[in-house]
């Protein structure tokens, strides 16, 4: 059984997600989340404002999460919060069939109701457990200001909320986990419906904590229109829009995972975004590798996924052995590269004192991975 693939590379990282046609945004240019990257986790995070009064959230991204949900003991109480009763339309959209008992409390007065739950996963470390689904109202940042502070509410945003200890492994600070992936109501979903824009989604990661990334909603036009944008992302030049650097990019397309029922994990599988890499070579020779490792199987599992959980490029064991020798060899060979010890969490290194860098990176043996073009062609990415 082959595990997945994660892909996430180094250097700044431009990921364009279209899940439907375009539609009409209306009222603002774009909705957008600022990026920043946790030093220590190596983990991306964003901020939203959740409930009345609103109260800042700062949350983990995760490309593949069903939704979000948020630390339910952190002590703010909101006047606008409403638990999900059971057998309600929130529920049924959010897929969630399974009830129980909740205590809210609205005006000071407690009251026992039904609630529908969801499973809810940390992937960080794993912990799977059922939590309440409820609505509550989130703002986050629009672009219609060019100072970029414009701010876009969503009344009646489906979450769950999560006990404290299901927040252990993310990054110091995060009380939850914005899902970014293909479910109902997951926080693209959700925004395309309230504010009738295309299902789309671009997001450019910052390659490192000193540098800000930016998720923009709805990108079928020019996705920045004021220099004071650019200049907070601090991605992109000062003269130039994501609307052009998308003409120069590389286009693969999503594939779709066949699981669509299941356990927490595979339902999991559904939710996330793959993509069909057809081979991988090692400056410019291809390794052989049993092609069915790369496909997803029917089962749900392996095929490459991209992740921004993941915060290294991790491979099925027979590739990354293959992988790892090929690599060996061709840095000892020809860019007398000198291996030495390993350092957790990684096993093969190498005395960087035997590298030469440049102001494009160090002169290492090049990555390539073939992927699947629109027309079944392929397309190379490396570095």
Not at 175 to 202: D, H, Y
Request: hydrophobic share 40%; with cysteine.
């Amino acid at each position: 059984m082959a595990s997945s693939m994660h892909f996430l590379f180094f250097s700044s990282l431009l990921i364009s997600i279209s899940l439907s046609t375009p539609q009409i945004l209306n009222g603002h240019d774009a909705i957008v989340l600022p990026i920043l990257k946790d030093s220590r986790t190596l983990q991306y995070v964003t901020h939203a404002y959740q409930g009345t009064p609103a109260i800042p959230k700062k949350l983990v991204i995760d490309l593949g999460g069903q939704y979000i949900w948020i630390d339910r003991g952190s002590g703010d109480v909101s006047s606008t919060y409403r638990p999900a009763q059971c057998r309600s339309i929130q529920c049924s959209t959010a897929n969630a069939n399974n009830c129980g008992t909740s205590f809210t409390s609205h005006k000071a007065e407690f009251e026992k109701i039904n609630t529908c739950g969801l499973l809810v996963k940390n992937g960080i470390t794993g912990m799977i457990m059922n939590v309440e689904l409820g609505e509550d109202i989130i703002t986050v940042q629009s672009t219609t200001s060019p100072a970029f502070r414009s701010m876009a509410s969503i009344d009646n945003f489906l979450f769950s909320r999560a006990p404290p200890f299901l927040l252990q492994g993310l990054a110091s600070g995060a009380k939850g986990v914005l899902g970014l992936g293909m479910s109902r109501i997951s926080l693209p979903s959700q925004v395309a419906g309230v504010f009738s824009i295309n299902r789309k989604f671009t997001i450019c990661l910052p390659s490192s904590s000193k540098s800000k990334g930016v998720i923009f909603f709805d990108t079928s036009g020019p996705y920045i229109r004021s220099n004071d944008v650019m200049r907070k992302t601090k991605t992109l030049s000062l003269s130039t829009t994501l609307s052009e650097i998308s003409k120069s990019l590389i286009y693969t397309p999503l594939i779709a995972n066949p699981m669509k029922k299941g356990t927490a994990s595979t339902q999991d599988h559904f939710n996330e975004y793959y993509i069909g890499v057809k081979s991988i070579s090692i400056h410019g020779k291809p390794l052989l590798l049993q092609t069915l490792l790369l496909s997803i199987n029917n089962d749900g599992t392996g095929g490459a996924k991209l992740s921004t959980i993941i915060p290294y490029t991790t491979l099925e064991t027979s590739i990354y052995n293959t992988f790892t020798k090929g690599f060996m060899e061709v840095a000892a060979s020809l860019f007398n590269m000198t291996r030495v010890a390993s350092v957790a969490p990684f096993e093969v290194c190498f005395n960087s004192e035997n590298i030469v860098n440049t102001r494009s990176g160090p002169i290492v043996p090049t990555i390539e991975l073939v992927l699947q073009k629109q027309s079944g062609e392929v397309e190379d990415i490396w570095g």
